[in-house]
């Protein structure tokens, strides 16, 4: 439970009037948030420009956020509605997308685009439970106390994802 | 144990989760099932293969680039953000809120009572009813005042077209409908913008010319609504007009972050602006950079004004070569930002050939510069931009920053002398423009002068 009432605490801080105290929470959140984001948007310099338009606009927002505890769930639906904007605006920008398809169609070194894709594609509660235990680090147990379910679902949802990413990776090869 | 209690608890198992007798069980069952087996083996290639993607996905500057970005963020977020804190924490204060709010009103209502009520909202809305406008004023250029005058006409039919001209000695720009024209009569150069189309009410091409009507603060008055937002100087006057003898509003404003300040005056009955001063300073120092001292609301202009030719020998750009242009200009500065120097000298290069009648040809040579220098070839990127400021000298507002590199490069190859002189030039040009003397790189070239004159 300690994790959740950390992102909270952070939360309130940056509410009282200490903007900076939000640092920890972009520490904490920039690698999932990296990770959903290169699945979606299929670029990893596309990923951290959206990452970043996410966390600012989280920060801008945070006033709107009702329930303090729930920052990840809210940012992640920041993040979905940021990588749906940019995926318009990619769409009416067509002299620039086709100038650039070519340099777009080339993967870049080090990254699992595949993997990426399929961990995107899930539905979101086996998403979630994804990014947090690979791209934020947490174990079974912080995921538990983050979702605020029991550690016995944390665990049938990461056997269930790992199926779906299965099937999805062999599909695609 | 069976197969399927085996899978059930795969996750427990490699997760270190479970405990005997369950963890024995498991491993027993493991030991005598060459599926489970497998299955346990793919599972950890797929954990190894996740943890592998999580290693990657960290960047080395992205905090400090979001940190960076919030900081920037409008102070008056932040500002709210507290206050607002401050209200909803206790019950007793949203009360107070509550009673406080409430008194500021009564008391606003009788304070209101015999004095004209106006608000910068009801000129934006005023403006949002006209059908034409003419403007006459002037212009800063440099120390020379030039005068400018601009039409403007939404027609009627057609919410999402507009017709505009504003003509001066520098400068004219003609929009018409789907056609649009911008020529600098310097130069001679002609741009043109045909075959616009529309999209969504919104003409896509000519967007540029809407967000000049758009961000004009005596078109549509949304600047100054916004302004009123952010600004902590906003101060109304109410007397009479000397122009107009009629009872009128003074407003004089600023914002610091733009260095921008205001000076403009609205007719009460109307809600109309009927003049306005803008400087890039936010103390209103100096003469104004745009002075707009007549408006003319709803008159009707004749469709001859709206006309264009392009004059004889002037040359001609089309948007289709501008973009492709810009778009292969911004490929260079891509591989500059990804440390592909050379790639990039070949793409600036390429740039500079292709279109060497437009202004990108321009930062085309001095990015070339700037990629010989990042190279430690001085004397390459010395020339470089030496051809740049001879080739492009009409271009005033753009050559005095590459006189900035210039003197830049001079001095990393020695030649103090010559770099004085460059920083000189780029002061002289970059003055003589309006250039802001506290940025980049008016700032930095005054600098660079003080500590070489120190040094001999």
């Known amino acids: 439970m300690q994790r959740r009432h950390v992102d909270k605490d952070y939360v309130e801080r940056c509410l009282d009037g200490h903007p900076d105290d939000f640092r920890y929470l972009v520490r904490r959140y920039q690698a999932v948030l990296l990770g959903y984001l290169a699945g979606r948007l299929g670029s990893r310099d596309m990923a951290e420009e959206a990452a970043q338009e996410s966390l600012v606009r989280a920060y801008v927002g945070l006033r709107k956020l009702r329930k303090t505890d729930s920052f990840f769930a809210w940012l992640m639906g920041i993040a979905g509605r940021v990588v749906k904007e940019m995926q318009r605006s990619r769409r009416s920008d067509v002299p620039l997308t086709e100038t650039l398809s070519e340099t777009a169609a080339v993967p870049e070194p080090g990254c699992d685009v595949g993997l990426e894709q399929a961990v995107a594609a899930l539905p979101p509660p086996y998403r979630c439970v994804i990014l947090l235990r690979y791209y934020g680090g947490c174990s079974c147990g912080e995921i538990a106390g983050q979702l605020d379910v029991p550690l016995g679902t944390v665990t049938k949802q990461l056997s269930r994802a790992y199926a779906m990413l299965r099937e999805s990776l062999k599909e695609k090869s | ?456």
């Not at chain 2, 080395?60 to 206050?83: C, G, P, Q, W, Y």
């Not at chain 2, 400087?279 to 006309?307: C, L, M, T």
Request: charged residues 25%; contains cysteine; proline residues 3%.
């Open chain 2, 1 to 456: 144990m069976n197969c399927e209690q085996c899978r059930i608890n795969f996750v427990g198992y490699i997760e270190g989760l479970l405990v005997e007798p369950g963890k024995g069980a498991i491993e027993s069952h493991l030991a005598t099932c060459p599926p489970c087996r497998a299955e346990l083996q793919q599972i950890s290639s797929l954990c190894d293969r996740l943890m592998a993607g999580r290693e990657i996905a960290a960047q080395n500057d992205f905090e400090e680039a979001v940190m960076h970005r919030i900081s920037h963020e409008d102070l008056r977020t932040r500002r709210d953000i507290k206050l607002w804190r401050i209200i909803m924490k206790k019950r007793i204060t949203k009360f107070a809120a509550v009673a406080a709010i409430t008194i500021a009103v009564l008391i606003g209502v009788n304070m209101l009572k015999g004095t004209p009520a106006w608000a910068i909202g009801q000129t934006v809305k005023a403006l949002e009813n006209i059908q034409t406008l003419v403007i006459t004023g002037t212009d800063s250029w440099g120390s020379e005042s030039i005068p400018f005058k601009f039409w403007l006409r939404f027609p009627e039919d057609k919410k999402d077209s507009l017709d505009l001209r504003f003509e001066s000695e520098k400068q004219i720009i003609v929009v018409q409908g789907t056609k649009a024209w911008a020529y600098w009569t310097e130069e001679n150069v002609v741009k043109v913008y045909d075959n616009v189309t529309t999209s969504n009410g919104m003409m896509r091409d000519i967007a540029f010319w809407y967000r000049i009507t758009e961000h004009n603060p005596w078109i549509t008055g949304k600047v100054l609504a916004t302004l009123k937002l952010f600004t902590k100087d906003w101060q109304e006057n109410y007397s009479k007009c000397e122009k107009t003898d009629r009872d009128c509003v003074f407003v004089t404003c600023s914002y610091k972050p733009l260095s921008s300040s205001f000076w403009f005056v609205c007719d009460l009955e109307s809600k109309l602006v009927v003049e306005g001063k803008y400087w890039r300073n936010s103390d209103r120092q100096g003469p104004p950079v745009s002075h707009a001292v007549s408006f003319q609301y709803n008159e009707k202009i004749d469709d001859k004004v709206f006309d264009y030719k392009i004059p004889e020998g002037a040359k001609v750009i089309n948007r289709k070569e501008q973009k492709e242009a810009d778009t292969l200009f911004a490929h260079g500065e891509r591989l500059f930002k990804e440390k592909e120097t050379d790639q990039a000298i070949n793409i600036f290069q390429e740039v500079y050939e292709k279109y060497p009648n437009l202004n990108v040809a321009e930062s085309a040579l001095m990015m070339i510069g700037i990629c010989y220098e990042r190279l430690g070839q001085y004397e390459k990127a010395i020339a470089t931009y030496q051809k740049s400021v001879k080739e492009y000298e009409y271009l005033k507002g753009w050559t005095f920053s590459t006189y900035y590199y210039l003197g830049r490069s001079y001095v990393k190859n020695g030649q103090k002398d010559k770099a004085v002189n460059a920083f000189q030039n780029c002061l002289i040009i970059g003055e003589s423009i309006g250039g802001d003397v506290d940025k980049f790189p008016l700032k930095d070239a005054r600098q660079y002068i003080e500590k070489l004159k120190s040094h001999r």
